[in-house]
Nanobody, 121 residues
């Protein structure tokens, strides 16, 4: 069992930055693929970025060159650094863990409670 707790969301002006953190319980954190998803009102949940246990990363086209995902296994934490934020980045952001490298939410076994990110224009 893995429990995930996100933090770091908030309100920011367009062009600003935020860093989200997700801390996991359990000793097997390092084995999991960790993903950051987001869901805006009326839209499907989508993968923003993921990082494998080996550190390989993958990003949605809409956030490439602006967002960066990283993980610190010693702290059981995964981060999402978000720069040059746009109003369309406004959403609830979720941290999730999967035992396989996948994009779709249904393949992720564990989820955090979500943290709101609001970008004003």
């Amino acid at each position: 069992q893995v429990q995930l707790v996100e933090s770091g969301g908030g309100l920011v002006q367009a062009g600003g930055s935020l860093r989200l953190s997700c801390t996991a319980s359990g000793r097997t954190f390092s084995r999991y693929v960790m993903g950051w998803f987001r869901q805006a009102p009326g839209k499907q949940r989508e993968l923003v970025a993921r990082i494998t246990s080996g550190g390989s990363t993958n990003y949605a086209d809409s956030v490439k060159a602006r967002f960066a995902i990283s993980r610190d296994s010693a702290k059981n934490t995964v981060y999402l650094q978000m720069n040059s934020l746009k109003p369309e980045d406004t959403a609830v952001y979720y941290c999730a863990a999967s035992s396989i490298v996948e994009t779709m939410p249904r393949f992720y076994d564990y989820w955090g409670q979500g943290t709101q990110v609001t970008v004003s224009s």
